[in-house]
């Protein structure tokens, strides 16, 4: 799945970012859902016939995720969710099926035994409606949206997993989505080394390629190098996953480093373009301006720092 995550980024990375969203959608399904529901939301999602959004994110918690203000209450058959989520990936194409949320529920009593539970929100339930598609710098193909939930109505069925352990089984699903960033970054920075690659053996300088100077094709060189190591860091990670064996620390090493390559990569290759980099012509100006958000998706660089050196022991 990081292997096509990868290439599909290389050349579209709103398509991969919506593949990450929509994998992690399918893993936290998979891995916490009832047959019943896996069977409704989980196939049509592995099919790829429709896609999943995951709703963290809210305006008070962002980094801070587990400040989480949507709210959960169980009435009768049902549970009635009032909130908002922003930011929200591939929730406004209309092949999206679901956002798997987390919501505050009260369980014991008011002000205190406060417990974060998860809800799979189809697309049509009453009271749940899109906020308008966000203007962004990077991912414009991506539908991101804020999804607005007013009295909304589920089916006592839509809850997720255990009582009181939303917030973990998100957290968890997340670490399967810091993978396929680090394979998005990966993808991207593929494109920049090429698109680099590329101009510095046709553009010439003072009687040669530029690629013959080493202030151009040392940076190539290292590139080439950096773009290997993350590659390997990823599949590292995603190899542990697929043996079932502890990888937290090896997704955020993974997202971290991938992606803080990526915007060095995207730097230097606007660079080996000199003043045709900034143009919007060359794709390397629309790298440079993608590769931002790598370091700020599904746990900015500053998070994954604090994930890494919290499980240094
Ligand atoms: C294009 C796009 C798509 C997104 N898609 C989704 C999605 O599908 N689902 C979803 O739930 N969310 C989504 N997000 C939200 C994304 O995960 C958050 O933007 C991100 O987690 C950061 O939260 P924030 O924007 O509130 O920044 P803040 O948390 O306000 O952070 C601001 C700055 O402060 C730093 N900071 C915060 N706390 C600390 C700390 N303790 N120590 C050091 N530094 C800190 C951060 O690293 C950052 O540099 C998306 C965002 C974007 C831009």
Redesign the pocket.
């Known amino acids: 799945m990081n292997i096509c995550t990868e290439e599909i980024s290389r050349g579209n990375l709103s398509l991969g970012v919506l593949l990450d969203?929509t994998t992690l959608v399918g893993e936290e399904l998979f891995q916490f859902g009832t047959e019943e529901q896996k069977r409704k939301w989980l196939v049509p999602i592995a099919r790829g016939e429709k896609v999943g959004?995951?709703?963290?994110?809210e305006a008070e918690a962002?980094?801070?995720a587990g400040a989480t203000r949507t709210t959960a209450v169980p009435d009768g058959d049902e549970w009635v969710i009032n909130g908002t989520?922003q930011?929200?990936?591939s929730i406004g194409l209309d092949n999206a099926s679901i956002v798997v949320i987390t919501a505050r529920t009260k369980t014991r009593g008011i002000g205190k035994g406060d417990v974060i539970n998860t809800f799979i929100v189809p697309k049509n339930s009453p009271g749940f409606t899109l906020g308008k598609k966000y203007d962004?710098m990077a991912?414009t193909h991506?539908a991101?949206h804020e999804c607005i939930f007013e009295e909304c109505r589920l089916p006592k069925d839509n809850f997720l997993g255990k009582e009181g352990k939303g917030f973990s089984q998100h957290l968890a699903a997340l670490q399967t989505g810091r993978i396929s960033i680090g394979a998005c970054s990966v993808g991207l920075a593929q494109a920049c080394f090429e698109a680099a690659l590329k101009y510095a053996r046709e553009r010439v300088q003072f009687g040669k390629p530029i690629y013959s100077y080493q202030g151009v094709s040392f940076k190539l060189a290292d590139m080439a190098m950096h773009i290997e190591l993350a590659r390997t860091m990823v599949l590292k990670a995603a190899w542990l996953k697929d043996n079932n064996l502890p990888h937290a620390l090896e997704a955020s090493y993974a997202k971290l480093y991938a992606s803080e390559m990526c915007e060095k990569c995207a730097s230097d290759a606007v660079q080996i373009h000199g003043g045709y980099g900034l143009m919007n012509e060359y794709p390397v100006s629309r790298y440079y301006k993608q590769c931002k958000?790598l370091q700020?998706?599904?746990?900015?660089s500053?998070?994954q720092r604090?994930v890494i050196s919290r499980n240094l022991g």
């Open positions: 969203v959004a995951f709703g963290l994110t962002g980094s801070d989520k930011f929200i990936t962004k991912l991506s991101t958000a700020i998706v599904e746990g900015t500053e998070i604090i």
